[in-house]
């Protein structure tokens, strides 16, 4: 049974990775009271923060009261996201300091961060009492009353027994979901099984408080760990993330978890993961890795609970991101279970066998395709722009391609798609250098700088490595350096972009800055403050559009599940603005086939096509459930409402079915490759049989045909 929750969904940016700092006692400071260092560190910190902001961020901020009450706004949200540890009478109190953190910015001082802090572990403590009260008796399941997951549509409370009643409702909820799922679970297995013993409803309901109760306890025994400097983090960063989403301050922290929070890298099943607002979000999904090849696990995806195996799974809502990888982590061949929350709201169990992730599945790599006409079509995955950025041998994405093209052009190919979905960005060179082997000499994107004119970064290279028919597919997850290919593919009229509603808008450029550069012979007691990474630049379209919050709008619009539902860069908070400039000056490419006339053969059969038009239907659905959280907690209306979405949902399930009229081969110098290896060619076989469901792909290749044909 799928259980409906609250949405919270955040748009896919690019890891970036950074060398951790080494941690040293300084003997200046040992002649100083702790406290008075500890203030004086402070005030050095915020100084060189602001110092590096205000010089080398695109577009800085004026620190004023208005300034001051974004950073109150976000800090807030991140103290409490949910409303249910402060009351309406703190978050008033608080307010004295709503127009002042601009003041207490630029003075260094941390009297509203005391405040807060202050209050929030006294609240939490009493929290603490609720849920222990609370869970020792069961609930009241005829009660016909409803809770609000939306914590922006509710209030503060105003008084302690109100947040108590806030606790009750939010436990009876989590209560409610529990049984039901565990119901559904003993009633497959029942089915399956007529000998197993099935439990009561008084069974299930006392296992569920139970389970809630020990998930409840460990994560205040997470929280009482929760030291001064980590919420103070949090106090900064809500400063420094006024400047934008891609702008933050990174403390210094030993290596293993430096470089976790940086890059979310999972050891075991590769995915990477980012902690946003006590939620652990899967943001990408490493080609090749476990979690790949299981294949339910998505970007977007929620992570609830971690169960190992043949034991109980364990909550990490508010978890740390480092705590949360420490259970996801484990040798190779053993099983981990994540529970997560799907974009649409369900609730799923995805097991995942670890192993090692397989690195040649991030490359680039290619098939042949033919459709029932017989036309040859060479198609291209790249995962993600990757480039050798040490110089030692390494592969880069720009030349692979290349490669690829010529694999393909040797196998007499009537055209060839470029596939960047869910590619989210990597090597700007490589992007250039790929988007040459499909043009003349000519711009391909423009950067600017805040001091700096637009500069025309081109291709310099008089070789075109394919002329043919080209499609370039899109999604939501198609970003930064694949927004940049695609829109140079596009402004050129080189060929056809096919793809969701949009890309994902992220047309900005970031740096890191190492904190103690700013520091004077006098201050390296302090050191080490950390980094700070600061957008520095923009990306332009060479039509002089920015690809930033707009993206890149394809030709061809596909239905998307996604498609109704806001993504992207514009889903941040303090985005940069779209803007244009001059456009550079380019030979758009001419083209032998008539593309309006394409592009409107392509729509009537998307139209035309049940399982497209269902795909749209079911997006539209998910757009309308997706606003739908406020929930009734009677139990019989709880099981009747969720029967009711999953019968709802039935008709959308299982859309993507094999294609009869694609065959798909592999080139023969790739087989020759495989040859012998067991793990390359059970990857490869379950990667054929994935494409020949791809509805999308499947278009891409009727649009190919029609383009090869001269009009």
Not at 180 to 197: G, I, S
Not at 309 to 320: A, G, Q
Not at 636 to 647: G, I, R
């Amino acid at each position: 049974m799928k259980l409906r929750g609250l949405q919270i969904i955040y748009a896919a940016v690019a890891a970036v990775s950074l060398c951790s700092y080494i941690l040293y006692e300084t003997s200046s400071s040992a002649y100083l009271p702790a406290d008075t260092v500890s203030v004086q560190k402070d005030q050095v910190l915020m100084r060189s923060l602001m110092e590096s902001l205000n010089a080398q961020h695109f577009l800085p901020k004026q620190i004023d009261d208005e300034f001051s009450k974004d950073a109150f706004r976000l800090y807030l949200e991140r103290m409490d996201f949910n409303k249910r540890f402060l009351l309406a009478s703190d978050v008033e109190a608080f307010k004295m300091y709503e127009t002042r953190i601009d003041d207490e910015t630029n003075a260094g001082t941390f009297k509203f961060f005391d405040l807060s802090y202050e209050v929030l572990q006294e609240r939490m403590k009493e929290a603490q009492g609720y849920y222990r009260e609370l869970l020792a008796q069961p609930f009241d399941y005829q009660a016909d009353e409803e809770i609000e997951l939306d914590e922006e549509k509710r209030e503060f409370a105003t008084t302690r027994n109100d947040l108590k009643e806030l606790w009750r409702k939010l436990l009876k909820y989590q209560t409610l979901a529990r049984i039901t799922e565990d119901m559904e679970k003993q009633e497959k297995a029942h089915a399956e099984n007529d000998t197993v013993t099935l439990k009561t409803f008084d069974e299930l309901e006392k296992s569920s408080r139970e389970f809630l109760l020990k998930s409840n306890d460990r994560f205040f025994e997470r929280m009482s760990k929760w030291e001064r400097e980590d919420q103070k983090e949090v106090y900064i960063n809500s400063i420094v993330n006024v400047y934008g989403p891609h702008t933050g301050f990174f403390p210094p922290k030993d290596k293993e978890n430096f470089d976790i929070s940086m890059s979310g890298q999972l050891e075991g099943i590769g995915a990477q993961l980012r902690e946003k607002d006590g939620y652990i979000k899967v943001e990408n999904i490493v080609p090749g890795s476990p979690s790949y090849r299981q294949g339910d696990l998505e970007e977007g995806d929620l992570i609830i609970k971690v169960a190992q195996e043949k034991e109980d799974p364990v909550d990490v809502t508010d978890m740390r991101l480092d705590d949360a990888v420490k259970l996801i982590r484990g040798k190779k061949g053993t099983v981990v279970t994540l529970t997560v929350k799907k974009l649409n709201g369900s609730i799923q169990d995805i097991a995942i066998t670890r192993d090692i992730v397989l690195l040649e599945e991030t490359y680039a790599k290619s098939v042949i395709v033919e459709n029932e006409l017989g036309k040859k079509v060479g198609y291209i995955r790249l995962p993600k722009f990757y480039a050798d950025f040490n110089r030692n041998g390494g592969r880069a994405s720009a030349e692979d391609v290349r490669l690829e093209l010529e694999k393909l052009k040797a196998e007499g190919i009537d055209g060839v798609v470029l596939d960047l979905r869910g590619n989210g960005g990597g090597s700007l060179n490589d992007a250039i250098d790929m988007t040459g082997h499909f043009i003349k000499t000519g711009p391909v994107v423009q950067v600017k700088g805040r001091y700096t004119k637009a500069e025309v970064m081109s291709d310099r290279n008089n070789a075109v490595t394919y002329d043919g028919p080209l499609v370039v597919m899109t999604n939501h997850f198609s970003a930064s350096a694949s927004e940049i290919l695609a829109a140079a593919i596009q402004d050129y009229d080189r060929g056809i972009i096919l793809g969701a509603s949009s890309s994902f808008g992220k047309g900005t450029v970031q740096r890191f800055y190492d904190l103690d550069q700013k520091l004077d012979a006098s201050e390296r007691e302090f050191r080490p403050l950390g980094a700070v990474k600061v957008t520095t630049q923009k990306f332009y379209r060479i039509n002089g559009d920015a690809t930033q919050l707009k993206g890149v709008v394809p030709d061809i619009l596909i239905p998307d599940q996604y498609n109704y539902i806001d993504l992207g860069e514009k889903e941040q908070d303090f985005v940069m603005p779209w803007d244009e400039i001059a456009p550079a000056i380019y030979t758009p490419w001419k083209p032998s086939y008539n593309e309006s006339k394409i592009i409107a053969s392509s729509e009537k059969r998307i139209k035309k096509d049940e399982t497209m038009q269902l795909i749209d239907e079911n997006a539209k659905r998910l757009k309308s459930q997706r606003n739908e959280t406020l929930v009734n907690l009677n139990f019989d209306k709880f099981v009747a409402y969720q029967k009711e979405l999953d019968k709802a949902a039935e008709k959308y399930e299982n859309l993507m079915k094999p294609l009869d009229d694609l065959k798909i081969h592999n080139l023969k110098v790739d087989i020759d490759a495989f040859e012998g290896d067991t793990v390359k060619l059970d990857i490869n076989e379950k990667w054929i049989k994935k494409l020949n469901k791809d509805i999308y792909l499947d278009e891409a290749i009727n649009v190919i045909a029609e383009m090869a044909v001269k009009s």
